[in-house]
């Protein structure tokens, strides 16, 4: 039987072009049976077996499917990875990588983990007998004094969310390897056109795939990425054991928005470093966050393990009722949780994200009520300023 997608694990040739090419030739573009254009959705959840002697690669659908095992090559083609998996959100995702663990065991994660990450492990793996450490990562003495006899493993973000701050990738996992910790990465806000852990040492790659890489704020879904094969196996197992997949037509939508993730990272990039510039130079404004500004201090260390940015800019405006009147006040970008998407998001940290954070807390973590989230869009970049400008303004 024809193979349906031609999947390019283990395909030598396409690993080695480069990234751009990788996008949108990832050796399922191309049906093998019918030469359609793009994945077929194999909208099935299970498959007749021709003859019970000889097994097939597909069974059933929560196990493995053509249109979902497409995409889960494509993400470990683009991560540089043995294998990917794809789940029904970023947190199934994450949940699945801290399934790898047992009860007994200690984690030591940055303090600026997304929330839904410090939630899972502060509500829920506690239950399991999983406790962690949260240290500031950008002070590797922090992560090592952190250690203990029962530490597993390691969990970094960066840049962080959403004061942007820099974790030196290499640094951690030359210390993790030594002590034979599994590392994980959460890489949302730079995706792998940016920043490839995998290169650097960390083993399990995760991504909220809902924000840059699917890109539409059309679709949920996580994506993991182990570094080799015996990760591999053990997350294959936890995902279809746990069963928490991703379904056959986001993986499709998925894919669909993933072939254009270059040319959307540029354009978005291209102005996150105009409206960081520009707010910069605002009196309105009292602090900008992005990690291509000058005076930002993980600058150099952002620069040697990325390519670029990215599209988050964060900054604060003073107090919470400057930055209540700009959320009010703004014409061009949602107000809303979410970042990545083609159209301009602004957030609002105290109030969204980290609302169940105490104060005291957020604000020692320079979350402060005056501090917003800009995702920027592809918008023309002199209207998104333009709008910002009259949202600014004193009346
Ligand atoms: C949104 C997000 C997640 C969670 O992803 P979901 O798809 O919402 O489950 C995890 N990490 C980061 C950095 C995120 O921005």
Redesign the pocket.
Known sequence: MANPTGPTHGNDEFKKRSFATKLIHFGAEIDGVTGAASVPLYQASTFHQFSLDEPQAYDYTRSGNPTRQALEDYIALLEGGSRGFAFA??????SGAFMLLSAGDHVICTED??G??YRLLTTILTRMNIETTFVDMTDLNQVQAALKPNTKAVFL?TPS?PTLKITDIAAVTAWTKERDLLTML?N??MTPYHQRPIELGVDIV??????FLGGHSDV???LAVAANDTLGRRLKQIQNGLGTVLGINDSWLLMRGMKTLKARMEAHELSARRLADWLSSNPAVETVYYPGLPNHPGRDIHEKQSLGYGAVVSFDVGSGERAKRLLSKVRIPLVA????AVESILSYPAMMSHAAMPREVRHQRGIRDGLVRYSVGLEDIEDIIEDLEQALAED
Do not use: P, R, W
Request: proline share 0%.
């Open positions: 959100s970023g947190m199934a995702a994450i983990v997304y839904g990450t973000e969310n959460d949302t806000f995760l991504h909220s795939a809902t924000k949920t879904a996580g949780v979410s970042l990545g």
